[in-house]
Each structure stands twice: as C-alpha cells, then as structure tokens.
C-alpha cells in the first residue's frame, strides 16, 4: 500500500471478516462447547454422575482435536468444510474449522470453572433432594459464571488468533491482509496497521470481558 487512503477500505472490510468468522465460532463453542464441559464435570464426579468410561471417550475426543496445531486442523477438515457450507474460501468457509478448534477449547475452560466450585455447595443441593439438571442450573452455573466469563473471553481471544491462521487458506480477515499484503509483499505499513489493529481488539475483548467477569461476581 502507498498510503493509509489506500488500506483503510481493505482493512474495514478484513475487519468485517474477522468479525464475522469469530462470532460465528464463539457461537458454536458456547453453544455445543458449554454441555460439553458440564458432562466432562459430571461424568468424573463422584457426587453427581460419574462415568468412567463416558468420561474418558469425551475427555480422549476433546484432547484428539485440541492436539492438532490450527493450521494442519484447517487443512485436514477443508473438503468437510466446502460440503458443509458450499464454499471453499471466506470466512463462513473458515469458520468451520474455527468452531471445532474452540468448542474443546472452552468444554475444557469450562470443566476448570466447575472446578471451583466447593463440594460443600454440591452436597448441600445433593442432601435438599435436587436433581442433577436443577444442580447444573441453579449450582454449578450461577457459581460459576464469573470463571465462564473469564473463560468465553479467553476463548474469543483464541479464536482471533486462530482467525490470523485461517487467511493462510483464503479465509479472509486481518490475519489474511497481513499475510498478503504485509508479508508477502514486504508493505511494513499495511504489517503495522495489522498488528496494532489486533492488539486493539484483543485489549477492547479482554477489557469488555473482565467487566463482565467483575459484574457476574457483583463488583
């Protein structure tokens, strides 16, 4: 790029996509990654619903995904990506791969917020006759929401990270930009704008976050 003029509609529109492929996959990770961790609590608690061989397919299946690096993830999962949404680049395209990266990453974040929470708590609700649904939902949940606060944000940070990978494979977004016009056509200035930008949004994340965090506590 010769000047800002030039890269701040290239850059809007790369932040766009990077909106868009992590809203899509914090979506997905709270909504399938959030039962995932509970049954990875229960299945191994001796107070609730301990199942050990339940427990030890989810938590093997859990760390299968979380051991692959992101970029041969993307790469292994391109052709059930192109079936699943009928594309085979863009951020919808990436945010496939983005989603199964992040639902064990959060399951896990999750099952360490429960974690926390004081058996006392458990075996109180256990003693008042309280099914384990209603202990997942009126118990774990509620003393727990200032860890899963925590833990969305941390995964939301992950997942813009992973996004950065995702233009290796025309996902599209900052990460793309900076890719092809930073590093592949050695523009400093676009490598700059890039970078600051992200760390921009991490700060704002983070910092929207640990209000929330604060708020779910009562501070």
Same mark, same amino acid.
């Given at each position: 790029m010769d000047s800002?003029?030039?890269?701040?509609?290239?850059?809007?529109?790369?932040?766009?996509? =990077?909106?868009?492929?992590?809203?899509?996959?914090?979506?997905?990770?709270v909504l399938l990654g959030l039962p995932l961790g509970v049954l990875l609590y229960i299945t191994q608690h001796p107070l609730l619903f301990r199942i050990k061989p339940l427990n030890a397919a989810?938590?093997?299946?859990?760390?299968?995904?979380? !051991?692959?690096?992101?970029?041969?993830?993307?790469?292994?999962?391109?052709?059930?990506? =192109?079936?699943?949404?009928?594309?085979?680049? &863009?951020?919808?395209?990436? !945010?496939?791969?983005?989603?199964?990266?992040?639902?064990?990453?959060?399951?896990?974040?999750?099952?360490?917020?429960?974690? &926390?929470?004081?058996?006392?708590?458990?075996?109180a609700s256990i003693a008042g006759g309280a099914p384990i649904l209603?202990?997942?939902?009126?118990?774990l949940l509620p003393e727990a929401k200032k860890s899963i606060a925590q833990a969305i944000t941390? =995964?939301?940070? !992950?997942?813009?990270?992973?996004?950065? =990978?995702? &233009?290796?494979?025309?996902g599209g977004g900052i990460g793309d930009l900076a890719i092809r016009y930073g590093y592949y056509r050695y523009d400093t200035l676009t490598m700059i704008v890039t970078v600051i930008v992200l760390i921009i949004i991490v700060q704002i994340v983070q910092w929207i976050g640990d209000f929330i965090a604060n708020r779910a506590e009562g501070k």
């Open positions: 800002l003029s030039q890269l701040w509609p290239i850059l809007f529109k790369a932040l766009l996509e =990077t909106t868009q492929m992590v809203s899509i996959a914090i979506f997905f990770a989810l938590g093997w299946l859990v760390n299968i995904i979380r !051991s692959f690096p992101f970029i041969i993830l993307i790469v292994a999962i391109m052709p059930f990506a =192109t079936w699943l949404v009928n594309a085979s680049h &863009g951020p919808v395209f990436a !945010s496939v791969a983005l989603s199964i990266a992040a639902i064990p990453l959060f399951a896990r974040l999750v099952e360490s917020s429960f974690n &926390g929470v004081k058996d006392g708590v458990i075996e209603l202990i997942v939902t009126d118990v941390l =995964t939301i940070i !992950s997942i813009i990270a992973f996004s950065a =990978t995702a &233009g290796v494979v025309g």
